[in-house]
Nanobody, 120 residues
Framework: QVQLVESGGGLVQAGGSLKLSCSVSGSILTLLRVAWYRQAPGKPREPIGGISREGATNYKDAVKGRFTISRESANNTVNLQMNSLKPEDTGAYYC??????????????WGQGTQVTVSS
């Protein structure tokens, strides 16, 4: 069983910053990749970026240069630092983890989401 808990969402003015965290816990042998997704009101959930076990990151074009994903390997926490926020960044943010459990079974788990609202 693998659990993900997001935190750090809230209300911020345009141009401001927020830092989201995703804490991954459970029977984890290997955490291969953690990705962040966003779901704006009335729209499908979309990937915005992720980080691999080796630390390689990738980002959706719309957030490049503004968002940074980092990983605290010691405690399986992945952070999403969001700067220069825009109203179009508003939405529910979810993290997703892929890896293997202690029994070497592959897993994919999602967090419950955290709301980010950017006011203009």
């Amino acid at each position: 069983q693998v659990q993900l808990v997001e935190s750090g969402g809230g209300l911020v003015q345009a141009g401001g910053s927020l830092k989201l965290s995703c804490s991954v816990s459970g029977s984890i042998l290997t955490l291969l990749r953690v990705a962040w997704y966003r779901q704006a009101p009335g729209k499908p959930r979309e990937p915005i970026g992720g980080i691999s076990r080796e630390g390689a990151t990738n980002y959706k074009d719309a957030v490049k240069g503004r968002f940074t994903i980092s990983r605290e390997s010691a405690n399986n926490t992945v952070n999403l630092q969001m700067n220069s926020l825009k109203p179009e960044d508003t939405g529910a943010y979810y993290c997703k983890a892929d890896g293997r459990t202690m029994s070497r079974d592959p897993f994919t788990s999602w967090g419950q989401g955290t709301q980010v609202t950017v006011s203009s």
